[in-house]
């Protein structure tokens, strides 16, 4: 099973809540996807292998003493990533959304691809006590805008044979889709707050266009605060999985980057339940 925890922006919990639900289960692998700015190797400390394996997308390149200067390739172009300076095409790698397209519209057939680097993939294996996790995850070269072919290469580590946990980019951009599409489950992360509540509905019409089951995790959940998602979540049917406390102890041990399932036990139970809850939804 493949589970992909989202939020609808960052920093709402969602890697406290995908890290520490991967410390509760048995036979998993871990895959940061949030490439920009990767950081549950914080809390899950892998031991990283030696190499990292670098990950490279394609990029238009001109022959330019064949190129007729029709044009079409530059009206084609959705994302602005070409321009006639005097006699030549210029490419702007960096807003190439490598579609492919202008390729295939060249009449003279003189665009060939290049292929440049996006960034890079490391692997290693967290251990806690007797427990072993499969760890992954993808950095994002810095200033590059893509993150979707970094996240479809990350995503080719994925074993069949583990339970599967993708802490995704937050947003509802083209990366979390390309984290979350195929996905078993998606567990969306919010706070009760009304800007929590503002980008879960965003988050919520991602899922439901990628047609994927989804329940809700509330962090920081106060009672006097919690009825702002309840209410929502009643409203649309949406099943909440848990409740992680506005709690000094678990900040404490968050910014000390110790997940706190490994120090309040009790919580344990609480995060395989969650397991049990999503085969029944998705059964
Ligand atoms: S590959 Fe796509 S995005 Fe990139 S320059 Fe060509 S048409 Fe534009
Ligand atoms: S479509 Fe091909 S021939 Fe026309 S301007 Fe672009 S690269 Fe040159």
């Known amino acids: 099973m493949k589970i992909t925890v989202m939020s609808g922006k960052g920093g ?23 490439v920009e700015e990767p950081n ?8 990283f292998f030696g190499n990292s394996e670098k990950a490279w997308r394609n990029i238009p390149d001109i022959e330019q003493n064949k190129c007729s200067g029709c044009r079409s390739c530059i009206e084609f172009c959705e994302y602005n990533a070409l321009a006639r300076l005097g006699e030549k095409i210029i490419v702007y790698p960096e807003v ?35 427990r072993s996790i ?6 994002l070269t810095v200033g590059e805008a893509s993150a979707v072919p970094l996240i479809a290469q990350l995503k080719k580590k994925i074993n069949k044979n583990k339970m599967v946990i993708i802490d995704a980019p937050p ?4 990366p979390t889709i390309e984290s979350a599409s195929d996905s078993d489950f998606i567990i969306l ?21 990628l047609g994927n089951p989804y329940g809700v995790i509330i962090n920081r959940s106060q009672p006097k605060a919690d009825n702002i998602i ?15 406390p506005f709690s000094r102890e ?3 041990l968050y910014s000390r980057g110790i997940p706190f399932i490994t120090e309040m036990k009790d919580w344990q139970d609480k995060f395989q339940q969650i397991m049990v809850d999503i085969k029944e939804i998705t059964a």
């Open 189 to 209: 992360v919010t706070e009760p707050t009304p800007f929590g509540l503002h980008d879960l509905k965003i988050a919520v019409e991602l899922a439901q266009k």
């Open 12 to 34: 709402t919990g969602k890697t406290t809540a995908a890290t520490n639900m991967a410390l509760s289960l048995k036979n998993v692998q871990f895959l940061d996807a949030d």
């Open 40 to 47: 549950a190797s914080i809390f899950l400390k892998p031991e």
């Open 171 to 174: 947003g509802a951009t083209c």
């Open 230 to 244: 309840e209410d929502f979540c009643r409203d649309k049917q949406i099943d909440i999985l848990l409740k992680i």
């Open 96 to 130: 190439c959304s490598s579609c492919g397209g202008c390729k295939i519209i060249c009449p003279e057939n003189v665009i060939k691809v290049k292929k440049r680097q996006v960034g890079e993939i490391t692997g290693g294996r967290s251990t806690f006590n007797s």
């Open 250 to 252: 678990i900040a404490e």
């Open 134 to 139: 499969d760890f992954w995850q993808g950095k």
